[in-house]
């Protein structure tokens, strides 16, 4: 009898065991999973830091050539404004001069629409 008893309590042991056993198994396929997702979600989360890397790198060179392109049509036009002040003053020149001025504002109005769609 003594023996017996020993049995019924191993058998609740290796009953319990399993029951461990299968519980360990569905928490680590669980966590597979969860590291599966957080995997995937990091790839997309890197996919979007170098797409927005490549437009900040655009824009970063478009404001580089606008910037350029502002240098160039300010000292044009302070060029022509000298040109008019000295004196040479022609229906031509007052257009020209007219027109560097509006050629510089729809430039930063063409770069502001640029950044507010971005």
Do not use: W
């Amino acid at each position: 009898m003594c023996c017996g008893n020993q049995r019924r309590s191993l058998s609740p042991d290796r009953h319990l065991s399993r029951r461990s056993r299968n519980n360990n198994a569905v928490v680590v396929d669980s966590l597979r999973v969860r590291l599966a997702e957080t995997e995937a979600r990091l790839e997309r989360v890197r996919a979007r830091e170098a797409e927005l890397t490549r437009r900040l790198e655009e824009m970063k060179r478009f404001v580089s050539v606008m910037e350029i392109v502002e240098s160039y049509l300010k000292q044009r036009f302070r060029e022509q404004r000298e040109y008019l002040t000295r004196g040479n003053i022609t229906s031509e020149n007052v257009q020209v001069a007219g027109g560097l001025s509006c050629c510089l504002d729809s430039q930063v109005s063409k770069y502001l629409e640029f950044t507010e769609n971005e």
